[in-house]
């Protein structure tokens, strides 16, 4: 997959990369910003029940 979408991207190898890189950027952000916190809600682990009585 990833050797696919390295062909796929346009131009000279060095221009490769940092498409490449900015891609890779883009993704993470969408998971930091939008689907970590959404699978946060259905994590059991995240309850404490340290001081509440």
């Known amino acids: 997959m990833y050797g696919w979408i ?3 991207l ?3 190898l ?3 990369i940092i498409f490449s890189i900015l891609l890779l950027a883009a993704v993470l952000a ?3 910003i939008w689907v ?3 699978l946060s809600l259905f994590n059991p682990f ?3 029940t340290i ?3």
């Open 6 to 8: 390295f062909r796929v």
């Open 51 to 53: 001081g509440s009585q």
């Open 14 to 16: 060095w221009l490769r």
């Open 30 to 32: 969408v998971l930091v």
């Open 46 to 48: 995240t309850d404490s």
């Open 36 to 38: 970590f916190p959404w």
């Open 10 to 12: 346009p131009g000279p």
